[in-house]
């Protein structure tokens, strides 16, 4: 079992560490050792819950694994990922928010922080004048480095096992198609991001207040994804509230989204969760 599990019903799902076959044993050893001898293994990153899921996410096929964590150590490089965990301000994160709203807030029944999008809100040319697609992908990067650092551990430990995926909603309330074609390259690249550097992090996905022209928008997105991740998303109408209460207590949902939890300046910016104590 893995270390700091105080949880008496905890049960960890197929793949992951004390829930490991024989075969899924040997791999994980083989890649760790095979890593080590190429010089590719970073120990202060590849802990064995962070190569099982790159293990997961292709299957346990070994070669394959491989492959796409040797790919995405060059991406890291080539993207500048350990400055922008040093260095990168978000300084125009207050007028994002106004014209698309993207923050963790809270935790779900399972412990997973709740990421929540709305980008039915998205005003693309107000977005561009204060920020830039660039910065957008930096800030992206810089969030998953610190839900990999800072949020699930706080996450495991408050729930007392090993939480290591998000649950996300996406609000497409008032969605505009033409505002997002215009933004789907950075969508598409955020995506890619998402699935091929931090792989197997998606818990749960809620697509909330889906409009009828939304299958155009799903035919362009639904190829961006792999079988596995499409299989976890749940596309809901306006009538959602019952299904995200299921999953998400009443006092860890925004207001607006039939939850009681209204942040003193609003939940957006509040970041609240285990991860920052003090809110």
């Known amino acids: ?29 083989k890649f760790k050792a095979e890593l080590q001898q190429d010089a590719i293994f970073v120990e202060t990153r590849m802990d064995d819950a962070t190569l099982l899921r790159f293990l997961r996410a292709r299957r346990f096929d070994l070669a394959k694994a491989k492959e796409m964590i040797i790919a995405a150590e060059k991406w890291r490089k080539e993207f500048g990922v350990d400055d922008i965990v040093q260095n990168f301000d ?32 998205l005003d693309i040319k107000a977005l ?84 009828w022209a939304f299958s155009a928008v799903w035919a362009v ?7 596995v991740t499409v299989k976890k998303i749940s596309i809901l109408g306006s009538g959602y509230k019952d299904e995200l209460l299921k999953q998400i207590p009443k006092e860890s949902l925004p207001k607006e989204f039939g939850g009681t939890c209204e942040c003193l300046g609003g939940c957006s910016l509040s970041d609240a969760g285990p991860w920052n104590p003090s809110v």
């Open 90 to 121: 978000f300084q125009e994160k207050e007028q994002v928010d106004k014209y698309y709203p993207q923050y963790y807030h809270h935790c779900d029944k399972d412990g997973r922080p709740i990421y929540i999008e709305r980008l039915g809100q």
């Open 221 to 227: 997105i639904k190829p961006w994804l792999d079988e």
């Open 128 to 211: 561009y004048k204060v920020t830039t697609q660039q910065r957008q992908l930096q800030r992206l990067v810089f969030e998953y480095e610190k839900f990999l650092t800072a949020r699930l551990p706080a996450c495991s430990a408050a729930a007392g096992h090993p939480v290591e995926t998000s649950c996300t909603i996406l609000d497409l309330k008032d969605v505009s198609l033409s505002n997002f074609y215009r933004v789907k390259d950075y969508v598409s690249e955020a995506s890619s991001i998402g699935q091929d550097r931090y792989p197997e992090t998606m818990g749960k996905f809620y697509i909330i207040n889906a409009p």
């Open 1 to 29: 079992m893995p270390d700091g599990v105080t949880d008496p019903n905890y049960h960890p799902e197929p793949g992951r560490l004390g829930n490991l076959t024989v075969l899924q044993l040997h791999t994980l050893q």
